[in-house]
């Protein structure tokens, strides 16, 4: 097991130029997969200068190499974009700062991979969308994303998570521990198990449409949640999207769905009561046309026509991973009682038979919004 990475602090504090005398350095922020550092410096010329200091986790990304290539690619770009367009490229995009020799992240005396950010100071991170003009400003700031990296040659990327978003492998993956059924717990889950069965055919429409040039690969955050976009303190517009760990070559629509599986119902992950799971059909509203007044016409009609299906595959494919992780035994979301996984399951398939059945809602809606 790896040492605490506060033994490294030392040693890594070391290994960067912060321009100034460190003062301190103490864990920061509520993420659950790296060490996360703010490090203090007293500068001359302000009273303090703050930096985000990350270790990086290696069990979940053991190609730190590649990981930071496609962060660095994709930083590097948003910034030359956003000073083209006459904004503010310390504010509105992450910089990667390299440590002192040069390369594109520290590797400590353990083995573990580290880098740095500058702090984008007076913003703010909220980790629930607790009014529909939150949730429009995240939809702005993911859009913009698309946007501005338009351009970015999305298959130059690395798969930092390889199937991250394959819905076909996620079923087939389903099918295997159902067959395996090694804990004993697929003769409670029948009915989940038949509800993914019965959409295998849905699985592969997205995945399908890329094969068949109708929709492009872009370059995808993967991870759309409130919480990665950091937000003006004083206009609480969307100005900065975060944690790029999981920036892949993928489908925009993914991006949508994902926040809307998330965002656009007011009931808990693990919710047993399922008549509180709904989908917010206003909420979907809100979030399209701000998601697409962001985008500012940069989706393909076939991609705007498609984000239905970005919510449903998304809240599916979800939905599968949480039922499959239950058949193995819980191996890979955390829990905190018996049967959430089956519990979180559950809500999403709800969320998928709402999204069914206001399917044509939901077009129209985004015919709306174009």
């Known amino acids: 097991m790896s040492k605490k990475a506060e033994e490294y602090l ?43 200091l990350q270790r990086i986790s290696s069990a979940a990304f053991r190609r730190p190499d590649q990981l930071m290539e496609n962060i660095i690619g994709v930083t590097e770009y948003l910034g030359r974009e956003i000073e083209k367009n006459g904004g503010d490229r310390d504010r509105e995009a992450m910089r990667v700062i390299r440590p002192k020799n040069g390369s594109d992240f520290y590797t400590d005396s353990g083995g573990s991979a580290w880098r740095l950010y500058p702090f984008v100071e007076d913003t703010v991170c909220c980790q629930m969308a ?15 994303f698309q946007r501005l990296l338009q351009g970015y040659p999305a298959h130059t990327l690395y798969e930092t998570i390889p199937h991250f978003h394959d819905t076909e492998d996620r079923l087939k993956q389903l099918k295997a521990a159902v067959a395996a059924d090694s804990m004993g717990r697929a003769a409670e889950c029948q009915e989940e198990i038949r509800f993914m069965l019965d959409r295998e055919a849905d699985c592969s429409v997205a995945l399908q449409a890329l094969r068949d040039g109708k929709l492009p690969l872009r370059v995808t955050h993967n991870d759309t949640k409130l919480n990665n976009v950091l937000m003006d303190k004083d206009t609480g517009e969307g100005i900065c999207i975060i944690d790029l760990d999981t920036v892949m070559p993928g489908l925009s629509i993914n991006d949508f769905g994902d926040s809307i599986r998330f965002g656009a119902n007011h009931s808990a992950e693990d919710e047993t009561d399922l008549s509180k799971v709904n989908l917010d059909l206003h909420l979907f509203e809100v979030y399209a046309k701000a998601f697409l007044e962001g985008a500012s ?38 829990i905190s009682r018996e049967r959430q996984n089956l519990d979180r399951c559950r809500t999403q398939c709800k969320l998928v038979s709402d999204m069914e059945a206001h399917w044509e809602e939901m077009e129209a809606i985004v015919r709306r919004c174009q």
């Not at 607790?130 to 913009?144: I, K, M, Q, W």
């Not at 009609?301 to 979800?318: H, I, N, R, S, V």
């Open 297 to 334: 016409g940069t989706l393909t009609q076939q991609e705007t026509d498609f984000l239905p299906w970005g919510a449903k595959l998304m809240t599916l494919e979800c939905g599968i991973r949480f039922l499959t992780d239950y058949l193995a035994g819980d191996q890979y979301f955390h």
């Open 130 to 144: 607790e009014t529909p003009e939150l949730f429009a400003a995240s939809g702005r700031a993911f859009g913009r």
């Open 10 to 52: 030392g040693e890594v504090l070391q290994a960067f130029d912060f321009g100034a005398p460190v003062v301190g350095a103490v864990r920061y922020g509520q993420g659950h997969i790296n060490d996360t550092f703010v490090v203090h410096t007293q500068p001359e010329d302000v009273c303090c200068r703050r930096f985000i």
